[in-house]
T-cell receptor, first 115, second 113 residues
């Protein structure tokens, strides 16, 4: 079945460690996104990518990094510079970027907890 | 800049009663508007969206929303609530390309048996 797969579902990070969240899609979508969700704050855009080998910062990119080496994959690294990383992270994708009104499809999310 | 305001972080309705979730937006250009639903520990699923044309939009699971430009609103309604409707609902606006999809803070809907 086509869809967006995020892994792992639950991840624990120690202080000072970098962790990488995986996102793979088989929908043949060009655009991919990472959102962070905190209770009562809705979803905030971390990074997005419209094509392979290109990506842009969203509203809260500090302390995060991404790569887009393949169309299907858009991994997110949460670095030690992110001081409050505990959150629910959602990966998403959509049809060719820039076309208004295209539906954004979401993965099932990954919980990251700092221990 | 675009923004979305969802009035009421928590809404409770009785089973069978009308569901009304409020969303107001701010946009400098004609907006595209979306409603998404999120069940616990899951991703978001699109309920419906308004792009152009008819201002009353029908979505999945019996939900609909009406775009009212004069009121800058896009409220979500369902005539008769079902227990399975209990979830969190997000309104979102796109002003320039979908990479700038801005979400509201969400409304948690509780259904009372």
């Amino acid at each position: 079945d086509g869809g967006i797969t995020q892994s792992p579902k639950y991840l624990f990070r120690k202080e000072g460690q970098n962790v990488t969240l995986s996102c793979e899609q088989n929908l043949n979508h060009d655009a991919m996104y990472w959102y962070r969700q905190d209770p009562g704050q809705g979803l905030r855009l971390i990074y997005y990518s419209q094509i392979v080998n290109d990506f842009q910062k969203g509203d809260i990119a500090e302390g995060y990094s991404v790569s887009r080496e393949k169309k299907e994959s858009f991994p997110l690294t949460v670095t030690s510079a992110q001081k409050n990383p505990t959150a629910f992270y959602l990966c998403a994708s959509s049809l060719p970027g820039g076309e208004r009104g295209n539906t954004i499809y979401f993965g099932e999310g990954s919980w990251l907890t700092v221990v | 800049a675009q923004s979305v305001t969802q009035l009421g972080s928590h809404v409770s309705v009785s089973e069978g009663a009308l569901v009304l979730l409020r969303c107001n937006y701010s946009s400098s250009v004609p907006p595209y508007l979306f409603w998404y639903v999120q069940y616990p520990n899951q991703g978001l699923q699109l309920l419906l969206k308004y792009t152009t044309g008819a201002t009353l939009v029908k979505g999945i699971n019996g939900f609909e929303a009406e775009f009212k430009k004069s009121e800058t609103s896009f409220h979500l309604t369902k005539p008769s609530a079902h227990m399975s409707d209990a979830a969190e609902y997000f309104c979102a606006v796109s002003e320039w390309g979908n990479e700038k999809l801005t979400f509201g803070t969400g409304t948690r809907l509780t259904i009372i048996p």
